[in-house]
């Protein structure tokens, strides 16, 4: 069970123009990259269709306030999974190895204008990074891209049984 | 947003599709979770959501 007494009222708003982001968020991305240059239809609360965006159709669909990127507070491991040393990690199954690459946005930066990140703690631990104003994807991806990211470390996972 | 009613039969499918959903991203093969990690943290809150519901029901 997780101690969410850290973590803020939901709707607290972590970074914003005139708010500086003073604590970590933690993305779970790829092993070179945050993997914030796209988003996902569920990201849009889209669900009739499933995967990444097209960058062809990125004009064609809005960003609303609270619609965006998935961040976390701390670097939460599924239920199922269990974080493992190296040594063990090597030892299971090849195929039950998993990888989580923790990325975070780096403090004492200013926020993109028509950006803002909100803690909604659903689930528990979750914030979005997310727009003041309804936009394109297109020109929300583009106000992400100078958001600083850098890797935060990898958790080695695999199943607990 | 609107609060739903659901049977304790319908939330039992609902929980049915969600698990399945769930073992589905685990048991996926990539070394990388990258946005499973995301999508299994939803499930999961879900899950535990509904199962709460139905047994206040």
Same mark, same amino acid.
Not at chain 1, 10 to 32: K, M, N
Not at chain 1, 38 to 44: A, I, S
Not at chain 1, 77 to 98: R, S, Y
Not at chain 1, 136 to 149: D, E, G
């Given at each position: ?161 | 947003?609107? %609060?739903? $009613?659901?049977? /304790?039969?319908?939330?039992?499918? !609902?929980? +049915? ?6 073992? =589905?991203?685990?048991?996926?093969? %990539?070394? $990388?979770?990258? /946005?499973?990690?995301?999508?299994? !943290?939803? +499930? ?6 509904? =199962? ?6």
């Amino acid at each position: 069970m997780r101690n969410q007494n850290n973590f803020p009222v939901p709707g607290t708003v972590l970074w914003a123009v005139d708010i500086d982001l003073e604590r970590d968020v933690f993305r779970s991305g790829a092993a070179s990259k945050p993997n914030v240059e796209y988003l996902r239809f569920v990201d849009l609360n889209i669900d009739d269709q499933e995967g990444c965006i097209p960058d062809d159709q990125a004009d064609k669909f809005t960003v609303n306030p609270g619609q965006g990127i998935s961040l976390f507070l701390e670097r939460m491991i599924p239920e199922g999974l269990v974080i493992m040393d190296a040594a063990t990690w090597k030892n299971i199954d090849k195929k039950k190895q998993k990888k989580i690459n923790w990325w975070g946005i780096d403090q004492n930066h200013p926020i993109p204008g028509g950006l803002t990140l909100i803690y909604d703690g659903q689930p528990p631990g979750h914030c979005t990074l997310t727009v003041t104003r309804s936009m394109p994807v297109s020109a929300f991806l583009a106000l992400v891209a100078l958001v600083p990211f850098s890797p935060r470390g990898i958790d080695l996972v695999g199943p607990i049984h | 947003m609107k %609060s739903l $009613d659901f049977t /304790d039969k319908e939330l039992t499918y !609902l929980l +049915i599709s969600l698990r399945k959903y769930e073992e =589905k991203l685990l048991t996926d093969e %990539s070394e $990388d979770m990258e /946005d499973t990690t995301t999508d299994l !943290l939803f +499930i999961q809150s879900l899950i535990s959501k509904l =199962k709460a519901a139905k047994s206040s029901q």
